[in-house]
């Protein structure tokens, strides 16, 4: 099949990449479009050592399954768990000792014709949201997976900092969850951060911001080394830091503050796909205009150069268009 595969340290696409084999427990996907993600341009740079197809945020159609799923249009969930260890029984499944993860650990992803996922993983779409927004529910359930692990009040005084995919999505999943004009986004991009104005959200410019340490709660998505930097100077004392983003350190981070001030860490990953299907269909979150180029599968490696420049949101490919 045709495949976009990392091996090597390299990219490259190839049109005879063995299908993949289709398990006890399930479901063989055709691929229909995919979302590049900060993610697969950190693999590119050596980010958990992964080989294979490349690509974990998809929408696509099941060709083989048992009938509740068979033809019908699916995303899924990227971690494939083993049920039995300790994490999972205590329903910590994203933990999961054994897990591999979609295009990311173990497990062959989506830049490719057809992919495999447990049954488990997979999530049913209705018609009220189409493949363009479906490419999103992966970094959305994410994004949504802060509002599980701190308690968002109108009363907090909230930032994100980073415009990019993932900074776009979480502002908007944040201010849906209790923080429509107390969430507030930093970024050095002005188109990104008209985006946010138009949904009223507050944008502000990296130029512009004030350092000073009165934030109830930052959230990272920058990406980068400096954006934890800009965290610990914007967080109060006894507030707290949620890391989005994942990116491979190559400098030394001075934890000093943290200490001194008190500050709750928190990392955080994966979340519900359910509840970011449901966000899209009623439009809580918009992601319309948020894809900035597409490519068809065959011109996989321009897309994701497409997908390092700074000016670019989401890019996708179109996987059933040769
Ligand atoms: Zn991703
Ligand atoms: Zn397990």
């Not at 427990?25 to 490349?54: F, H, P, Q, R």
């Not at 990272?220 to 400096?226: F, I, M, N, R």
Request: glycine share 10%.
């Amino acid at each position: 099949m045709r495949a976009l595969v990392f091996e090597n340290g390299q990219a490259r696409y190839t049109t005879s990449h063995p299908e993949p084999a289709v398990k006890d427990n399930e479901v063989l996907i055709a691929v229909t479009c995919a979302g590049i993600c900060s993610t697969d341009l950190e693999i590119l740079k050596g980010y958990m050592g992964y080989s294979g197809v490349l690509g974990h945020e998809f929408v696509g159609v099941v060709v083989k399954g048992p009938r509740d799923l068979k033809d019908k249009r699916v995303v899924g969930e990227i971690n494939c768990v083993c049920g039995k260890c300790d994490m999972c029984l205590s329903g910590l499944n994203n933990h999961c000792r054994e897990r591999t993860t979609l295009g990311i650990k173990g497990h062959e992803g989506v830049f490719a014709e057809y992919v495999s996922l447990p049954r488990r993983n997979v999530h049913v779409l209705s018609d009220a949201v189409s493949n363009d927004q479906a490419v999103f529910v992966e970094p959305l359930a994410a994004a949504l997976q802060i509002v599980k692990q701190v308690s968002i009040e109108p009363r907090h005084k909230v930032i994100v900092i980073g415009d990019g995919r993932l900074g776009l999505l979480t502002v908007q999943a944040l201010a849906a969850h209790g923080g429509k004009g107390n969430v507030v986004l930093l970024g050095k991009h002005q188109e990104k951060l008209l985006f946010c104005e138009k949904r009223g959200i507050q944008g502000t410019h990296l130029d512009d911001m004030i350092f000073r340490p009165e934030w109830d709660i930052v959230v990272d998505c920058s990406g980068s080394e400096a954006g934890f930097a800009d965290a610990c100077r914007l967080v109060r004392p006894r507030g707290k830091i949620v890391l989005k983003s994942t990116w491979v350190a190559t400098a030394p981070v001075d934890l000093s503050p943290l200490v001194i001030n008190e500050i709750t860490v928190i990392g955080s990953r994966c979340g519900p796909f359910p509840e970011a299907i449901n966000a899209l269909a009623a439009d809580r979150v918009v992601v319309n205009g948020l894809i900035t180029s597409r490519f068809p599968l065959a011109e996989g490696i321009e897309a994701l150069e497409q997908a390092k420049k700074a000016n670019q949101i989401k890019v996708v490919l179109d996987i059933n268009q040769g």
